[in-house]
């Protein structure tokens, strides 16, 4: 463990303070070096006479809140920085105390009054500016969050409001029984840092909001930061939308309940999946909506495995409950053989995943009075009764399990040179990206587990600071990769391999213990930095190293 300090008389035990300096400093100095305070301070600029803490000085509060994956609420800010050396972080002369409710919720409000994405979309160009990000490619997904409160839902939306519906929509929290509210990103592919974020209505539709972001901010962010190609799945890929398309690339999935999509694949899949352990595809041209686009048919192996399991376990649901259904209907009798064969054929039109084979119709003689009927007598009347076996289409399951291990990709970029089809399917299975964007913004330790504020306004600010949040975070973890790339130099991982691609979550673990301890006021050590912090900090820079060391 190493020690940085000033010199200076040793003070006595009472005149000591300890502060968690931890990962903060990481995030202080990125934020700083993405100049985030000071645009905010340009853009929302604060009250000299009342303000202390300046509007773009409370958004780096927030951040590192967020980022201190401590599981505390917004609201509790002042208490999450009662422990940490909020000067060395914020800046000389900012304390705990100054971070109050009343700050943040002013803050907040000044955010929505600018406008949560436009905001958030200046800042996100000058950062991947600042970076060096290649934004080539942009990639567009949806999630929602629930949200604790009724806020506006019990009114009925209003469509010239620029406030966004709390109300009940397609959950993807798994919570359909609360209120929630969507969060679109557009993110680039290097870093994973969101280009544009948008706050949406609960019950918002994605086909619908996919086709208004096109008409609304793509061409802007070509222009900005020459976004070529935006990547989304199969709820962009619609008539109406890739109408709107126009004078830009676009990769998408193609719907599975496309008619001429079901049946390439089942023509093309025997062939692509000659080698179930090897990933392969064919591609053609085709018109849909009016549009030429080039088609991709890509067999996964991966999705093979997984098509194994839900297949199979959604075909033994269905038959063992089709079983079930024939055997009820062969214990009925009935009067007439008529209507055992309309019984018959009436369940046969319900059946997907069985055959009925062999089917008798057998007839059994009744006798009306008790006891043993005499050789001679005929029956009073006769029922009929259905017998049979019941066998599974394995046709359709191996339909059914082509379909889930092969899709289509479609592009409207043509020439195979500027995009070839190896590049377009690795630039959309990147699509995870934006899904590694929203696990992070989910994670119980984030913040965003508790939506909870006093408005809808207050609610769009905070998501747009959470998203924040993630910038900083997908740009810190890129900023280290690539220091150590370039570099050639390695970090420690979890099981004390030396990499160079650690993740920023780790990072963050491997500074835990780090404290500044204050001595009589003037002097200070760094406590728990040990070679591979200083490492880090040496190749990410001197701001780095200046907030670690005793004289930050």
């Given amino acids: 463990m190493a020690a940085h300090f000033e010199t200076g008389t040793m003070a006595s035990p009472q005149h000591y303070s300890s502060r968690i300096l931890n990962q903060l400093g990481l995030v202080a100095a ?263 686009q080039r088609w991709v048919i890509v067999y996964s192996p991966e999705a093979y495995q997984r098509a194994i399991k839900t297949v199979s376990k959604a075909s033994l649901q269905q038959t063992s409950a089709e079983l079930k259904a024939f055997e009820h209907l062969c214990r009925q009798t009935f009067s007439c053989e008529t209507d055992a064969r309309n019984a018959l054929s009436e369940l046969e039109k319900k059946l997907k995943y069985t055959n009925v084979f062999e089917p008798r119709i057998i007839r059994q003689p009744r006798y009306c009075g008790p006891g043993r009927p005499a050789k001679s007598k005929g029956p009073d009347y006769q029922t009929y009764r259905i017998e049979g076996g019941l066998a599974s289409r394995l046709e359709l399951h191996q339909q059914r399990l082509q379909r889930k291990s092969c899709f289509i990709l479609a592009t409207n970029q043509h020439d195979l040179e500027a995009l070839s089809n190896e590049e377009l399917i690795k630039a ?27 408005s809808p306004e207050r609610i769009m600010a905070l998501m747009m600071v959470m998203t924040l949040c993630l910038l900083v975070y997908a740009a810190l973890e890129h900023r280290i990769r690539q220091s150590l790339i370039q570099a050639q130099q390695t970090f420690p991982n979890q099981v004390g391999r030396m990499v160079s691609n650690p993740t920023a979550r780790w990072v963050f673990q491997f500074f835990s213990g780090i404290h500044v301890l204050i001595i009589e006021h003037m002097q200070t050590l760094i406590l728990g930095i040990n070679q591979y912090h200083w490492l880090l900090l040496k190749l990410l820079g001197e701001p780095y190293e200046k907030i670690y060391s005793g004289d930050g």
């Fill in 30 to 292: 990125m934020v700083d070096e993405l100049g985030i305070v000071e645009w905010v301070d340009r853009l929302l600029p604060k009250n000299q006479e009342k303000q202390i803490v300046s509007y773009g000085q409370a958004v780096k509060a927030m951040i590192l809140n967020g980022l201190g994956f401590n599981q505390r609420t917004l609201y509790l800010t002042p208490h999450f920085f009662q422990d940490k050396p909020v000067g060395r972080l914020l800046g000389e002369g900012i304390e705990a105390q100054h971070l109050n409710d009343d700050l943040l919720g002013r803050t907040l409000d000044a955010i929505f009054q600018y406008g949560p994405t436009a905001l958030y979309s200046q800042l996100a160009v000058q950062s991947v500016f600042r970076l060096g990000l290649l934004c080539r490619f942009g990639h567009l997904d949806a999630t929602s969050f629930h949200v604790d409160g009724r806020y506006n839902s019990d009114a009925a939306p209003d469509e010239e409001s620029s406030v966004i519906h709390m109300t009940r929509g397609y959950s993807r929290d798994h919570r359909p029984d609360l209120n929630q509210v969507v969060v679109q990103l557009i993110s680039e592919r290097q870093a994973g840092i969101p280009l544009l974020m948008e706050p949406l209505s609960g019950n918002n539709s994605d086909k619908d909001s996919f086709r208004e972001t096109v008409k609304a901010h793509v061409s802007q962010l070509n222009r900005e930061v020459g976004l070529e190609y935006l990547i989304a799945d199969s709820a962009l890929y619609t008539s109406e939308t890739l109408g709107e398309m126009k004078g830009f690339y676009w990769i998408t999935r193609v719907p599975e309940t496309l008619n001429l999509a079901q049946f390439l694949i089942q023509v093309t899949a025997p062939e692509l999946m000659k080698n179930r352990e090897q990933s392969n595809f064919i591609s053609l041209g085709t018109v849909y909506a009016g549009i030429r």
């Fill in 428 to 454: 959309y299975k990147d699509q995870q990206k934006v899904e590694r964007g929203f696990r992070f913004l989910k994670d119980p330790l984030f913040m965003a587990s508790t939506l909870f504020l006093k």
